[in-house]
């Protein structure tokens, strides 16, 4: 049986400990900067014994490191100063998706293989976010003895794992934030739009609901290119010119949000190849252009 320690009993922390608990792993021990945090996942995972300090972790196969990137590397050094390890059989991994295993450096020093694993999933509520944990991908990149046994671990709960190369992860996050967070931004933008013109927000989220789904979908069965419709796919530009003198009335950066992904859509449509090359040449100069 897989042994388990937890090193930040968080929002990522705790559903993930649930997650290897639900799919056989024992937890051992539950480390926190707030000890409420540790006891109430104690009471969650009914198991694991709740410590104050890292020199009380006890020895376990697999340490789970889930706190902020901030603290990885202190977090990392002190383990290595201080805590039991089994050998050759110890795996520690963190799970941030920004930071490379590299941060682990001096746990390989002490014999143990160190790895990141990175659940391209949001978390919220603990309980929640594990009940449908199965089928979330997972980002897996470090030692290939850690990759080893952490692959079959966390597939048991339910994860698809991918590789990930240490060089790629910065970018490889970035691409998660731009499709999840950076959507809440979009939206928000669009709301704005929406305020501006008139309509309250509780209207415009039902207004956008169904267009947002279906794009979602679209984008990813046809592909961003294929997908795109509106002015800029059809090389609109009289449309594009009265946006912009609309947008005028809005705060920044809203107008400043249009210009940049009408720059990007604009690839997106010379890809397509729906629009004549004089129209969108035209919507290009209009959306460099500070004037409307």
Not at 56 to 64: F, G, Q, S, V
Not at 168 to 194: D, M, P, T
Not at 199 to 225: M, S, Y
Request: aromatic content about 4%; some cysteine; hydrophobic content about 45%.
């Amino acid at each position: 049986m897989q042994t388990l320690n937890i090193i930040g009993a968080g929002k990522a922390g705790s559903a993930l400990g649930l997650v290897l608990a639900g799919s056989g792993v024992q937890v051992r021990s539950i480390l926190s900067r707030s000890s409420a945090s540790s006891e109430r996942l104690a009471g969650l995972l009914g198991q694991g014994h709740v410590v104050d300090e890292i020199a009380d972790l006890e020895p376990a196969n697999l340490t789970m490191i889930a706190t902020g990137d901030d603290a990885l590397a202190a977090v990392a050094s002190s383990l290595a100063e201080s805590a039991p390890f089994q050998g050759d059989r110890s795996v520690v991994f963190h799970v941030s998706g920004a930071v490379s295993s590299a941060v682990l450096a001096p746990l390989s020093g002490r014999g143990a293989a160190v790895a990141s694993i990175h659940p391209v999933q949001t978390f919220s509520s603990p309980k929640a976010d594990a009940s449908r944990f199965a089928g979330t991908w997972c980002g897996i990149e470090g030692d290939e003895a850690a990759r080893a046994v952490l692959r079959p671990v966390f597939e048991r709960a339910g994860a698809r794992c991918f590789d990930v190369s240490s060089e790629g992860k910065g970018l490889y996050h970035a691409a998660a934030v731009i499709a999840s967070n950076y959507l809440f931004a979009l939206i928000e933008a669009s709301f704005r739009c929406y305020e501006a013109a008139g309509l309250d927000r509780k209207l415009a989220a039902e207004v956008v609901r169904p267009i947002l789904h279906a794009t979602v979908d679209n984008a990813l069965d046809l592909g961003p290119a294929q997908a795109l419709s509106g002015p800029i796919a059809r090389g609109d530009h009289g449309t594009i010119e009265k946006h912009l003198a609309a947008l005028q009335s809005v705060a920044p950066p809203v107008p400043e949000l249009y210009r940049v992904m009408g720059a990007l859509a604009l690839e997106l449509s010379a890809e397509k190849g729906g629009a004549a090359t004089e129209d969108l040449a035209r919507i290009k100069e209009l959306l460099a252009s500070r004037k409307a």
